[in-house]
C-alpha cells in the first residue's frame, strides 16, 4: 500500500479517484439498454431468458412463495437468527426517530402546510446467491415499512438456484411476502415498468453490480430511485494516538468488498503511516478474501501523510467519502471540520463493521463524492411531500394584487384573469385596497 506525500502526488491519487468514480463504459451501457427495452417489450418471458442466461438458472415461477421463504429460512443458524433479529430492532428504533409529521400554520383567511404520505409501492434490490448479504434486507426494507410503506417487493437473484437462508431468514423476520428470484438489469427493468408477474413501483432501492447500478440510472424518471451506489470506500483520519492494528483492520474491511473499493487513511504521523502500511501487510495473510483486498489497497488504497489534521480534514472533503472514521486523541474536535460524508464514525472504539450490521443507522450511503449533495438511505427517501393551500375570500384578497402584478410583468396574462375573475365576482364584494 503507497505513502503519499506532497501535494503533486495527492492531487494525482485524487484523478485516479475520479477516474474510478466516472461511470461506465459505452458496452455495459448498450447491453443494459437492450435488456430493459427487451423487458418493456416481452416481461416475463425476457426476465426468464436473461435469469437463464446470466443466473444459469431455468426457472418458470419467479415468485417465492411464503412456503419456500420458511423452508429456505428453516436452514438459518438459530444463534445468527437471534443476532439478524436484535439488529432489526436497533435499525428500526433508530429509523423511527427520522419519521416525521404533516405540518400545517395559518394566517388572516389563509391556512398552508405539507402534507407526508409513504409511497404506495417500493421495489428492493438484494444481491442474491452464496455471497448474499441479509443486512441488506434489513437496512432497505425497515426504512420503508417505518415510512408507512404498504407494498414492498424484493428482487433476490439466485445464481445456479442457490438460495442464501439467511436472506430468507430475514425476509421471514420483517414479514416481506412479495419476493422475486430474479436479479440483474432485468430485475430493475420488471420492478421498474411493470410485467404479469411483477407489478410496476413507484421506487427502486438497494445495491447491485455495475448492470444492476446502471440499470437504475436509466430507468430514472419511469420510477424514482435511491442512489447510484458505487464500490464501497473508508477513509480514516488518524493522529499519532490511533493504534495501527485498529486502522489496518479497518481499512482492509472496506477493501475485502471489491477490487475497486477504497480504503485511504489520512494522517499528520508518519511513523502511524508506516506503521499501518506494515500491519496491512501481516493482517492480509489470514484473509480469506485476501486477492480482493490486495488488488483493491494496490489500486485504490493510500496511506496520505499531511502536515496537520487540518489539512487531513481539508482533503477528506475533498474526497466526500462513504464511511469516514476519525481517530484521533480528540475526535470531536475534528468533527466540526467535516463537511462531506456519508457516515461519520468517533474514536478507536467505533469501527466501520459496527455501522453495517448493528449500531442502527442506514449502511446505504453515498458513495464515489456523491456525499457533497447525497445523505444515506432513511425513511424520508420513502415518503412524497404534498403542499396544501387553503384561502378564504378575505384572504385571497391579501394576495390578489401581489400576485396580478407578477403574473404581469411574466407575461402570464391567463394567470392574471384567475385573479381578476373572483375579485369581479365575489356576490357585491370587491378586494379592497388594504385587504
Not at 420503508?144 to 421471514?172: D, F, H, R, S, W
Not at 438497494?206 to 447500478?213: D, E, K, M
Not at 442512489?227 to 464501497?232: K, T
Request: aromatic share 6%; hydrophobic share 40%; charged share 25%.
Amino acid at each position: 500500500m503507497r505513502i503519499i506525500r506532497g501535494k503533486k502526488n495527492v492531487d494525482s491519487f485524487l484523478r485516479l479517484l475520479r477516474e474510478r468514480a466516472s461511470g461506465t463504459g459505452r458496452e455495459i451501457e448498450d447491453t443494459v439498454r437492450s435488456i430493459l427495452d427487451d423487458v418493456r417489450k416481452n416481461g416475463d418471458k425476457a426476465v426468464i431468458k436473461y435469469t437463464k442466461t446470466f443466473d444459469s438458472h431455468r426457472i418458470n415461477v419467479l415468485s417465492i412463495d411464503s412456503k419456500e421463504i420458511s423452508a429456505y429460512a428453516a436452514h438459518a443458524d438459530i444463534r445468527t437468527v437471534k443476532a439478524l433479529k436484535f439488529s432489526a430492532k436497533r435499525i428500526r428504533d433508530f429509523h423511527r426517530r427520522q419519521k416525521n409529521s404533516s405540518w400545517y400554520f395559518s394566517e388572516k383567511g389563509i391556512q398552508l402546510g405539507q402534507l407526508l404520505r409513504p409511497l404506495d409501492r417500493v421495489g428492493v434490490y438484494i444481491p442474491g446467491g452464496t455471497a448474499s448479504y441479509p443486512s441488506t434486507v434489513l437496512m432497505n426494507v425497515i426504512p420503508a415499512q417505518v415510512a408507512g410503506v404498504k407494498e414492498i417487493a424484493l428482487c433476490v437473484p439466485t445464481p445456479k438456484g442457490a438460495v442464501n437462508p439467511y436472506v430468507m431468514a430475514v425476509i421471514k423476520i420483517l414479514g416481506i411476502k412479495e419476493v422475486y428470484r430474479i436479479g440483474g438489469a432485468q430485475a430493475i427493468g420488471a420492478l421498474a415498468y411493470g410485467t404479469k408477474t411483477v407489478k410496476k413501483v413507484d421506487k427502486i432501492v438497494g445495491p447491485g453490480n455495475i448492470y444492476v447500478a446502471t440499470a437504475k440510472k436509466m430507468v430514472f424518471g419511469d420510477v424514482a430511485i435511491d442512489l447510484i451506489a458505487g464500490p464501497s470506500e473508508i477513509l480514516i483520519i488518524a493522529d499519532s494516538s490511533a493504534n495501527p492494528v485498529f486502522i489496518a483492520a479497518d481499512l482492509l474491511s472496506q477493501a475485502e468488498h471489491d477490487e475497486r473499493s477504497s480504503a485511504i487513511l489520512i494522517t499528520s504521523s508518519a511513523s502511524l503511516a508506516v506503521a499501518v502500511k506494515r500491519e496491512i501487510g501481516l493482517q492480509l495473510r489470514n484473509l480469506k478474501r485476501k486477492d480482493i483486498a490486495q488488488r483493491s489497497i494496490y489500486k485504490y488504497g493510500a496511506l496520505i501523510v499531511t502536515g496537520s489534521l487540518k489539512q487531513a480534514a481539508e482533503l477528506s472533503n475533498k474526497i466526500a467519502p462513504e464511511h469516514l472514521e476519525i481517530v484521533t486523541k480528540n475526535p470531536r474536535n475534528i468533527l466540526p471540520m467535516v463537511k462531506h460524508a456519508g457516515a461519520i464514525f468517533l474514536g478507536e472504539w467505533t469501527p466501520e463493521a459496527l455501522g453495517d450490521y448493528a449500531a442502527g443507522p442506514n449502511h446505504t450511503l453515498p458513495t464515489s463524492g456523491t456525499a457533497r449533495f447525497s445523505s444515506p438511505l432513511g425513511v424520508y427517501d420513502f415518503v412524497k411531500r404534498s403542499s396544501l393551500l387553503s384561502f378564504s375570500r378575505d384572504g385571497f384578497c391579501r394576495l390578489a394584487e401581489t400576485v396580478k402584478t407578477i403574473a404581469s410583468i411574466e407575461g402570464l396574462e391567463a394567470h392574471g384573469n384567475s385573479i381578476a375573475v373572483r375579485e369581479r365576482d365575489f356576490h357585491g364584494h370587491r378586494c379592497t385596497k388594504g385587504d
